[in-house]
Nanobody
Framework: QVQLVESGGGSVQPGGSLRLSCAASGFTFSWYVMNWYRQAPGSERELVAGISPAGNTINYADSVKGRFTISRDNSKNTVYLQMNSLNPEDTAVYYC???????????WGQGTQVTVSS
């Protein structure tokens, strides 16, 4: 049974930083691309960043390039999202998800709320 547990969110002022974690279980973590998504109120869920199984290929949405860093620790079945220079447009619930894992097709974790405001 796939389980994804996101943590590390919170409330920060503009310019602040947060580090999100996603602990995964129920599948072979090291086989899958892992993605971070976010969903702001009233908006569609959007892809923020993705990392290949070995961590050697990384992609970012244009809106977060240069500010966010995705990483993973396959020994801990965990993917991270370091977020720096946060701005109010980054306010959203953040989720992680393995790419093209059939067992997780309709599954989303509870997410972690990030709020950026002064």
């Amino acid at each position: 049974q796939v389980q994804l547990v996101e943590s590390g969110g919170g409330s920060v002022q503009p310019g602040g930083s947060l580090r999100l974690s996603c602990a995964a279980s129920g599948f072979t973590f090291s086989w899958y691309v892992m993605n971070w998504y976010r969903q702001a109120p009233g908006s569609e869920r959007e892809l923020v960043a993705g990392i290949s199984p070995a961590g050697n290929t990384i992609n970012y949405a244009d809106s977060v390039k240069g500010r966010f860093t995705i990483s993973r620790d396959n020994s801990k079945n965990t993917v991270y999202l370091q977020m720096n220079s946060l701005n109010p447009e980054d306010t959203a619930v953040y989720y992680c998800k393995p790419y093209r894992l059939v067992a997780a097709r309709d599954y989303w974790g509870q997410g972690t709320q990030v709020t950026v405001s002064s």
